[in-house]
């Protein structure tokens, strides 16, 4: 069979009731990198139902094809399919090529709830060429959800450009929320104590969404000084939110003073969170708390708690009953 008809019979392959034929041919045309095949991969693309693993191994044959596939997929942003144009904004986060944001963010512009957190992603994906029409969103757009989802977005670039404009926002009470998450970059500080000292306050807040943010925030940015006062915010503000938060943040700070509070959870509906938590943190004096809650535990979570144990350097003398089940 001559090349010609291998990829014919190919994307013929794509539209396969067999998950592994329809990867396989996904994965060959990629590697072929005939230009036959951009048209019916997109397809398969905003057509996918399978696994997600599916939809990656398409995306990555798209990849070989960075000239020529990203035009087709504009396309199909314009389409007025919610599903496609989806489809297509997860697909272009991954090409980041300049000619799709303008398009992405022309979606933006319409507002259409359906498909927001894909075109977010997306734009999130371009990084720093985004934040100035980002901005200008945020500032000057007449729908109130873009101008929200703008800064949304912005929460999740990290640039010290979008830091400053942050900081600006802290009194606007329609993204504060989303300025205290973007101060929580740790990647853009130039003075911690500073940033720290504009979030703090917000744990005082009588807004919860704003206080949410502020324990998210300094939980990011990870400096040991925050651990007493996000310990304080679960007597000052019981409730599941404040606790999830907090065990999280936490976590990601990573410093031991957390421990006792922490092992306290691991009797409770947050044992997860707590254990993914003590696991950051890597400290020993977690060790006989998680083998205590591990006897009494489903299966699930006994697979949970090993890796945690495994991790903070705990091998019993019985190695193979530490790994059962």
């Excluded at 010609?4 to 539209?15: G, K, P, R």
């Excluded at 945020?138 to 703008?150: L, Y």
């Excluded at 019981?238 to 959870?265: H, M, N, R, Y």
């Amino acid at each position: 069979m001559n090349e010609q008809d291998v990829v014919t019979q190919l994307i013929e392959n794509l539209s396969s009731p067999n998950l592994e034929t329809r990867m396989e041919a996904a994965k060959r045309l990629g590697e072929l990198r005939d230009d036959r095949a951009i048209e019916p991969l997109v397809r398969a693309a905003l057509n996918y139902q399978g696994p997600f693993y599916e939809f990656e191994e398409i995306v990555d044959a798209l990849l070989q094809f960075p000239d020529a596939a990203v035009p087709v997929l504009i396309e199909a942003l314009k389409t007025g399919n919610f599903g496609y144009q989806g489809y297509a904004a997860q697909i272009l986060a991954y090409f980041k090529d300049d000619r799709a944001l303008s398009p992405l963010l022309d979606c933006l512009d319409e507002g259409i709830k359906d498909i927001m957190t894909f075109i977010t992603h997306a734009l999130a994906s371009y990084g720093e060429k985004a934040v100035r029409p980002l901005i200008e969103r945020v500032q000057t757009h007449p729908n109130p959800f873009v101008r929200h989802m703008a800064m949304y977005t912005l929460s999740y670039i990290s640039s010290p450009s979008v830091a400053l404009f942050a900081e600006q926002q802290l009194n606007n009470s329609d993204n504060q929320s989303r300025a205290i998450i973007a101060l929580g970059d740790p990647n853009t500080v130039v003075d911690m104590d500073q940033r720290l000292g504009l979030i703090i306050p917000f744990l005082n807040s009588d807004n919860s969404k704003t206080r949410l943010s502020a324990i998210h925030a300094l939980g990011k940015l990870g400096d040991e000084r925050s651990v007493e006062l996000l310990i304080e915010q679960l007597d000052l503000h019981p409730g599941f939110a404040t606790e999830t938060t907090v065990i999280q943040a936490l976590g990601w700070i990573g410093s031991s003073k957390a421990v006792d509070t922490l092992t306290d959870f691991l009797n409770g509906p947050f044992q997860q969170l707590a254990v993914t938590a003590l696991e950051e943190i890597g400290d020993k004096r977690a060790i006989p708390a998680l083998l205590s809650v591990r006897e009494s535990s489903e299966r699930s979570f006994r697979y949970q708690i090993n890796g945690a144990l495994k991790k903070l350097g705990y091998f019993p003398a019985d190695y193979a009953d530490y790994i059962k089940d």
